[in-house]
Structures are given as C-alpha cells and as structure tokens.
C-alpha cells in the first residue's frame, strides 16, 4: 500500500504522537522559523550542516536540506542573528533596500538610523548598524556617489570580505584596478598596503589562475 506523505504525516501526528514536519525552501525560512533556537541551543550552534540538519528534524521537527543548512551557516545569523557586512546586507535585502519606499531614507545620518531602526521592528526583522548601512549604499545602491577611503583599514572595514569572496585568485594588477573602480576616490598607495598586511587574495603575475583575465 502505497500513502503521499501528506497522508502519512497526518496519520503520524493523530496516531503516532509524532508532531509534523515543516519544510523550508531558503535560508531565510530556516532564520525565521529556526534561528533563534540554534542560537539558544549551546550543542546545536556548533554543529556543521550534516549535523544541523538532523538537530533540525528531530529536534525542531524542521526538514531542511543540507545546502539550505550550510547556507544559513555562512551568514552572520549563524552566530549572532545580525547582519555585519555588506555583502550579507546585499544577499538578504539588496533588492528591498533598492526600491522605491527606501529612496530617501539614505540621506542623512539621522535617517539612516530611523531606517536601521525599522528594519529591527519589522517583520520578519532584520538586525544591522547603521554604519553597514552606510557601506552597503556606497557599494550596491545605483544612486550612490563613488565612496572616498583615506586608508587601508577603512577600505578593510568597508569591502574586505566582499574582497575575498568576489575577487579570488586575482593577481595585483587586475585586483588594483577593479578596486579602483568599485572604491571610487582611493589612493594606489591604499589599495597596494590593504594587499600587503589585510589578507587580501593576491597573486603575483606569474602564479595568477587565469580568473583575471
């Protein structure tokens, strides 16, 4: 006899005792539905995507596919439930920030602020400095002015994990003149010290993978 799982989960819930699961198609359900009982659970925050799937089904009655698992561990909810960089900012609300009803909520200190605010009070809330904020405009809104670093740190502080995510195995020349672009006003002296002491993925010319061309 062959029963949909719909049927069978039915008849597990009124006869087995067993609660019924629920299915998440993204990360950001996984956040939503489940992230704040990883982060209570001391055993569950250290597990890897494996493991924190099967922590899910049985222990939160939540069926989530491993590469759901190993995408909600990469962001900064894993840890914190707060997004702490640009690039995290751009992967779970770029094209919300982008639209109409934000246009104007960029201008000022203040506002940036009030909109950092509303997003925690929102639903579901996002959790985020107003200083990300700040960044992520500068780097992904179309309406942004070329954002001006006066050194390494700063430039670090801004972009250095979208550096090492999006521009791997590049070699100097090309990686300085794509930061060029992307930083706006920046002295070559900047760029070449953040190459030299902030872990950036450099190659010399010779050792270059071929992704630069």
């Not at 639209?99 to 959790?127: C, I, M, N, W, Y």
């Amino acid at each position: 006899m062959y029963v949909t799982k719909k049927v069978a989960e039915g008849l597990l819930k009124k006869h087995g005792g067993a609660a019924a699961v629920h299915i998440v198609l993204s990360a950001g359900a996984l956040e939503k539905r489940c992230g704040d009982g990883v982060r209570a659970d001391d055993a569950a925050k250290q597990l890897d995507a494996d493991a924190l799937r099967q922590w899910l089904y049985t222990s939160m009655q939540t069926d989530a596919s491993k590469v759901i698992c190993q995408t909600w561990l990469t962001r900064d909810w894993s840890s914190s439930g707060k997004l702490l960089s640009t690039v995290s900012v751009e992967d779970a609300i770029g094209d919300r920030l982008r639209g109409a009803a934000f246009k104007h909520r960029f201008a000022t200190e203040a506002l940036l602020q009030s909109l950092a605010e509303d997003l925690a009070e929102g639903q579901p809330p996002v959790l985020l400095d107003m200083q990300v904020l700040r960044h992520w405009y500068a780097q992904y809104h179309p309406d942004s002015r070329p954002a001006e670093y006066t050194s390494a740190k700063e430039l670090e502080e801004a972009m250095g994990d979208e550096i090492r995510r999006t521009y791997p195995g590049r070699c100097y020349r090309t990686l300085s003149s794509a930061l060029k672009r992307r930083a706006g006003k920046c002295k070559p002296e900047i760029i070449s010290e953040g190459m030299s002491h902030l872990a950036w993925p450099v190659y010399s010319e010779e050792h270059c993978n071929g992704s630069c061309i």
